[in-house]
């Protein structure tokens, strides 16, 4: 595992039950900082523990390799691990641009590895009832997908990492944000339901991105999107990280015969026809699902590098957009102080459950201070499809 502190923690306690039931091996932690100790995840004596990622697959000549750095050393250690004949669990985001996609779906190809990334909620039971409903037809023909969460996140988390709040670090692009980091699994899900929807990848055509921030930070902490595809409904997110109540993570798929609501985080479903919220339990591990797909290459990966086109698509897209307009005066109520100080927006839930519930962006909603969204467009020339969801330009 290189990457070891931090979120890399959660990875070691995933990994200390299925080393200590002999379905695995752990063999090397690899940090430049000291290992941190957990409980849950004691080191096994005889764990290389080193500083250098390369030093590690010299040395421990490793089949698999958890990479769980800052988003922005992924493509170098990937490619090394790559190069090393090993297999990758790549967290997410995997890479920041389609060009680095497109460079380390070259290495796989010319390796023949296996890449799993970090969307770890692509595994979820829940979200796979909803794929296959639609797929079915439950909801008649899906005309949009939305996703809305609304967190808080005090100034203890700015804190977290040096690239914590960052568009770039020591000239190097690292982009933290609400829709590239904490709730890149919002948009990766609707992404997944599009898949069903769409019957096939989502090929992004043109995102729309409005971002706005309440901190004097590089990224947003709100912001709303939109990715027209050349085959699936058009999907709108509407994020914060400065929620007056919190949202967990809704998606909600629209269709002509109803509407179907997953909240991703708990793996909970409303189809159409339903009585209520219905728990969906049962998360298939991606790291499990990586071996078992070691084992048997017909084992489908959860979340293969491919799978995640759509989603660098939409970063890049949000690398690309101007800064986020600040919010502040009356619009911004504060509230604690120190690290736990915690900022938000007035009315900012009420604003984006608009947003998801009619597929607009803010600036479509007459939100006074809503600006333009940047606009990318990836047709080559060609023109999106409109549909009925989407506003005239
Ligand atoms: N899947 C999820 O839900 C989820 C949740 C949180 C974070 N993440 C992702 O996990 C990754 C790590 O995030 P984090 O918040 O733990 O970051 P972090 O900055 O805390 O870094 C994690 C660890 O990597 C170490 N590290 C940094 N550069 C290294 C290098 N070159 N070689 C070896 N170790 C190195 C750091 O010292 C730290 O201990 C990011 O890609 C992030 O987006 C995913």
Not at 194 to 210: H, K
Not at 362 to 388: F, N
Request: include cysteine; glycine fraction near 10%.
């Amino acid at each position: 595992m290189v990457g070891a502190n931090g979120h890399g923690r959660s990875h070691r306690r995933v990994v200390a039950p299925l080393h200590a039931a002999g379905r695995l091996r752990l063999v090397a932690l690899v940090d430049v900082r000291p290992i941190e100790d957990d409980p849950a995840a004691p080191v096994p004596d005889g764990t290389l523990v080193c500083t250098d990622h390369r030093e590690m697959l010299r040395t421990a000549r490793p089949d698999v390799v958890v990479v769980c750095t800052p988003p922005h050393t992924h493509l170098p250690i990937a490619l090394d691990v790559l190069a090393a004949g090993a297999d990758l669990l790549l967290e997410k985001p995997p890479v920041l641009s389609t060009a680095e996609h497109r460079e380390l779906a070259a290495a796989l190809a010319a390796t023949g590895r296996a890449c799993q990334v970090g969307f770890q909620a692509l595994g979820s039971a829940a979200l796979t009832e909803l794929a296959e409903a639609v797929r079915a037809g439950r909801l008649g023909t899906v005309t949009g997908i939305a996703t809305v969460a609304a967190w808080q996140r005090p100034d203890a988390y700015y804190a977290r990492a040096p690239w914590a709040g960052r568009r770039t670090l020591h000239g190097r692009p690292v982009l933290d944000g609400a829709l590239a980091n904490p709730l890149a699994h919002a948009v990766m899900q609707c992404l997944a339901v599009a898949e069903a929807a769409g019957n096939g990848p989502v090929e992004p055509v043109r995102i729309e991105v409005e971002r706005y921030r309440v901190r004097p930070i590089e990224v947003d902490d709100t912001a709303t999107l939109r990715v027209l595809s050349r085959s699936g409904p058009p999907i709108v997110a509407a994020v914060t990280l400065a929620g007056e109540d919190f949202v967990a993570g809704e998606v909600l798929v629209t269709g002509t015969a109803g509407r179907a609501v997953l909240e991703y985080p708990t793996d909970r479903l409303l189809l159409p026809g339903d009585a209520g919220w219905r728990e969906v339990p049962g998360r298939r591990g991606l790291l499990e699902n990586l071996l078992d797909h070691r084992a048997d290459r017909a084992v489908p990966l959860i979340a293969p590098l491919a799978r995640t086109a759509g989603f660098t698509a939409v970063l890049e897209a949000v690398t690309a957009a101007p800064e986020p307009t600040p919010l502040g005066g009356d619009l911004v109520t504060v509230a604690g102080d120190g690290p736990g100080r915690v900022l938000t927006v007035r009315g900012i839930n009420r604003l984006l459950r608009r947003s998801a519930d009619e597929g607009a962006l803010l600036s479509e909603l007459a939100v006074p201070w809503a600006v333009p969204p940047h606009r990318t467009d990836l047709t080559g020339g060609e023109k999106p499809q409109r549909t009925a969801t989407q506003p005239p330009a």
